[in-house]
């Protein structure tokens, strides 16, 4: 038996993504390591294995698209353990391997043959209250399907204006492949670590995005009632004039690189 320990997450109710994990984890345990998985997989799994919060495992295997490894990065921020992304979706920015190359990665992590792309995370707190933290965007937006909002920002205890728009999105430099960049968000370079501010159909010419310091801290605040999303794991009602302040947060993400990957030429393929 390895001394090293793997921990599965998957989402349960897709089953394509269970088999990945399955086959995964049956090859994880015939080649001896220790496994535990996400308490949601337990009726899935046919040994006694332990839970993830039951065993701190030394990285967590996310297999899934982005939306899954988003979850499982929360969960490893709280671990503090690195993750390594098992593409089974479509797009697959935050994956690193494919399921074919499972078995070489996991030997490649025990003999420790890669590297780690630590990514920063926002932490988000509403009337100052609980913070609650996400890896790609922080979004707000208005409740009706028609009509707009007029959402007013604060960078730093300066006025950075207010924007008639559908909502706003507050991405780090791992967000910026997502919803950002579907909303005409900038991308920006690996390595750097800034905040995005992009307006989500903006009724109005003049407003661009603002790229600020990764250790702004940014204030917002609706005219009207509405939602705050973060990475479509968290999601609460926003009342007019609520205090929404987004900033970095202590907790970063880890994750497995094997290689160097050319982001343009990753962008160009996966949104072409």
């Known amino acids: 038996m390895h001394s090293m320990t793997f921990g599965f997450f998957t989402n349960p109710q897709k089953q394509s993504a269970v088999d990945g994990l399955l086959a995964g984890l049956s090859t994880a345990l015939s080649l001896g390591y220790t496994c535990c998985v996400d ?17 701190t495992p030394n990285f967590i295997l996310a297999f899934g698209g982005d939306g899954t490894i988003l979850r499982a990065a929360s969960k490893a921020s709280e671990l503090k353990v690195p993750i390594l992304g098992i593409n089974l979706g479509r797009v697959g920015f935050l994956s690193e391997i494919t399921p074919e190359q499972f078995g070489t990665a996991i030997t490649r992590l025990a003999r420790s ?10 932490a988000c707190r509403v009337n100052g209250g609980t913070p609650h933290y996400c890896l790609n965007e922080t979004l707000l937006y208005k409740r009706a399907f028609s009509g ?37 968000g900038p991308v920006i370079s690996p390595g750097l670590d800034v905040a995005i501010i992009t307006p989500i159909c903006p009724h109005t010419l003049s407003f661009r995005p603002i790229i600020a310091s990764a250790d702004a801290k940014m204030r917002f605040s609706m005219n009207s009632e509405g939602y705050i999303s973060l990475d479509g794991i968290y999601t609460a009602e926003i009342s007019r004039d609520d205090e929404i302040v987004v900033y970095r947060s202590e907790r970063h993400v880890a994750f497995v690189k094997f290689e160097e990957r050319n982001i343009y030429s990753l962008i160009r393929s996966k949104l072409s």
Do not use: W
């Open 39 to 55: 308490a949601p997989l337990l009726p899935l799994v046919h040994n006694s294995l332990p839970t993830i919060d039951q065993k």
């Open 113 to 122: 043959e890669y590297s780690l792309d630590q990514r920063m995370m926002f």
């Open 148 to 184: 707009i909002v007029d959402i007013s920002m604060e960078i730093n205890g300066m006025q950075a204006g207010s924007v008639r728009c559908d909502g706003v999105i507050v991405s780090t430099t791992t967000g910026s492949t997502g919803y950002s960049i579907s909303a005409g």
